[in-house]
């Protein structure tokens, strides 16, 4: 039995309508951290403010203000998810114009197990 479920935003023919547990918490923090400021109608409060930063340089120092970001949506935004937080980082990559985001976590309700979400932030 499933302890979590979200409706799966790109079902695709003879898929479920529906993903549980960790595929439901990886496509929460998809949906958070690709959501732009004010793009939710009722809940314009709810966006990782990555925008701006991804038109910065692509070095080590936007890298730690997109983590400073990334980390604080995360907070907010998805109380399933317990971030273990000396594994959480962004690395830059220059030639892709891009930053790989790297989130190592727990989820509540699914105890003594530890998940990595690995995602690409692209201009």
Same mark, same amino acid.
């Given at each position: 039995?499933?302890?979590?479920?979200?409706?799966?935003?790109?079902?695709?023919?003879?898929?479920?309508?529906?993903?549980?547990?960790?595929?439901?918490?990886?496509?929460?923090?998809?949906?958070? *951290?690709?959501?732009?400021?004010? $793009?939710?109608?009722? &809940? #314009?409060?709810?966006? +990782?403010?990555?925008?701006? =930063?991804? /038109?910065?340089?692509?070095?080590?120092?936007?890298?730690?203000?997109?983590?400073?970001?990334?980390?604080?949506?995360?907070?907010?935004?998805?109380?399933?998810?317990? *971030?273990?937080?000396?594994?959480? $980082?962004?690395?830059? &990559? #220059?030639?892709?114009? +891009?930053?790989?985001?790297? =989130?190592? /976590?727990?989820?509540?309700?699914?105890?003594?197990?530890?998940?990595?979400?690995?995602?690409?932030?692209?201009?």
């Amino acid at each position: 039995m499933a302890v979590y479920s979200d409706l799966n935003r790109e079902p695709c023919y003879g898929e479920a309508p529906l993903v549980t547990d960790i595929e439901a918490i990886y496509q929460s923090i998809d949906n958070i *951290l690709s959501t732009k400021k004010g $793009e939710r109608l009722f &809940l #314009p409060e709810f966006y +990782a403010d990555l925008e701006n =930063l991804l /038109f910065e340089p692509v070095d080590d120092i936007t890298s730690m203000r997109i983590l400073d970001a990334v980390l604080d949506a995360i907070e907010r935004w998805e109380p399933r998810v317990q *971030l273990l937080y000396p594994h959480c $980082e962004v690395n830059p &990559l #220059p030639d892709d114009n +891009a930053y790989e985001v790297v =989130l190592v /976590f727990r989820v509540v309700g699914l105890e003594g197990q530890t998940f990595e979400y690995r995602g690409l932030l692209r201009r």
